[in-house]
């Protein structure tokens, strides 16, 4: 007879176990849950009935078995949190969205380049006529020299 052993295809999903098939973060968190949860458990206990110690024991142990054993997306569960606060409370609640469009973009150049050919010509135009204007000067000018060697 033939065994198969199942190979998960995705080898990053796979962690190292260290013992009781439980990785070392989940045997650090479980063991600080311990720590937290069963002291209370006994301060609760002298103050309130065992059925309202267990309960109060189990939520304050709760956080910590959600650290060790959530995780979504390859993420822990504090990286999540992180996210979470940074999304709702550290980040501006409107960011809109700005878009620039291409064909917008290429009008507002064909209509700067146009603004820019007007100046330039009217530029142009002027220095035309100041250069007529002098042109004119110079002609009258040079006909009043010649008419003076004369």
């Excluded at 995780?71 to 709702?88: D, M, T």
């Amino acid at each position: 007879m033939a065994s198969y052993v199942s190979v998960p295809r995705d080898l990053t999903k796979v962690k190292s176990k260290l013992a009781f098939n439980l990785t070392k973060r989940q045997i650090i968190c479980f063991s600080v849950a311990a720590l937290i949860g069963v002291p209370s458990f006994f301060l609760i206990k002298q103050i309130a009935p065992i059925n309202t110690a267990v309960m109060c024991m189990m939520l304050i142990m709760m956080p910590m078995f959600f650290l060790a054993l959530y995780e979504k997306n390859g993420e822990p569960l504090e990286v999540i949190i992180q996210h979470f606060i940074k999304a709702i409370i550290v980040r501006p609640k409107e960011r809109p969205y700005k878009t620039d469009n291409y064909y917008a973009a290429l009008e507002r150049l064909a209509k700067a380049q146009k603004e820019i050919k007007k100046i330039t010509e009217g530029g142009k135009a002027v220095d035309k006529s100041r250069k007529a204007v002098q042109k004119g000067k110079e002609t009258v000018r040079h006909s009043g020299k010649s008419s003076q060697k004369r």
